[in-house]
Structure formats: structure tokens, C-alpha cells
């Protein structure tokens, strides 16, 4: 766990982890109410599919906070390690080309890990 920035590795410090997993909370808060509103009204599965955005706020910053790298700064070429909102920029082209890598990279799993959390109350036997 580096306390610097590394290009493409890591680009966040514990400030920003501990904001992002607040943020994967936050989604997980509300892909749990959402889900529970779905089994006491009995949600067609069609209408399942609507938990997919709160469990993007879930994954989204649960990725981020595990592999401490925000995708945001990664595309910016930006990068924290001081007090919230103090950002640095990146400077050498080959660090911003890895950290625009890794970001896309972030995005991707993101999407995936809650396309698959989508699917799996989509196939919910809920009636």
C-alpha cells in the first residue's frame, strides 16, 4: 500500500480511499432499499433492472477504494495524497497515458461487477 503516487498503480490517499468507501456505502445503502422495495411489491424483473445504478455507486467506489486509484483523476491526469480537494497534476505523458489505462481498466470492472449484482436480482425468483 504506497503512500505516494505511483503512475497507473495509485493515484489516492487514505483521504480519498476513506471518500470512496463512503460513496460504495452510500450505493450499497441504496441498492439494499432498492432490493427490498422490489420483494415487498413484488417487481416485475423488468423493473429490477433500475438497481443498476445504485449498484454502479457501489462498485464504482468500492473498486476505487480497494485498488486506491479515483478513475476521475486517473482520466484528468490529476492525483491526492494531501487534504481532500488538494489535487496535484501529472506531469509526464508516459504516467498520464498509464493512468488513463488504469482508470478505463477501473471503469470496465466497475460496470461488470454491478451488471452481474443487476442480473442476479433480475433472476431473483421474487413472486
Known amino acids: 500500500m504506497?503512500?505516494?503516487?505511483?503512475a497507473g498503480s495509485c493515484n489516492i490517499g487514505k483521504a480519498e480511499v476513506r471518500q470512496r468507501q463512503v460513496v460504495a456505502l452510500i450505493g450499497l445503502f441504496l441498492s439494499v432499499?432498492?432490493?427490498a422495495g422490489f420483494i415487498t411489491t413484488d417487481a416485475a424483473p423488468a423493473i429490477r433492472l433500475g438497481i443498476f445504478l445504485p449498484l454502479t455507486v457501489f462498485s464504482i467506489g468500492f473498486v476505487q477504494s480497494r485498488?486506491?486509484?479515483c478513475l476521475a483523476y486517473g482520466f484528468m491526469g490529476t492525483?491526492?495524497?494531501g487534504?481532500?480537494?488538494?489535487i496535484s497534476r501529472v506531469a509526464d505523458k508516459a504516467?498520464?497515458?498509464a493512468d488513463r489505462k488504469t482508470a478505463f481498466t477501473i471503469l470496465v470492472q466497475s460496470l461488470a461487477l454491478a451488471?452481474?449484482?443487476?442480473?442476479i436480482v433480475y433472476l431473483l425468483p421474487l413472486n
Open 33 to 35: 432499499s432498492a432490493l
Open 79 to 81: 492525483f491526492n495524497f
Open 95 to 97: 504516467a498520464l497515458a
Open 115 to 119: 451488471a452481474v449484482l443487476t442480473l
Open 67 to 69: 485498488k486506491r486509484f
Open 2 to 6: 504506497s503512500d505516494q503516487y505511483v
Open 83 to 86: 487534504r481532500l480537494g488538494k
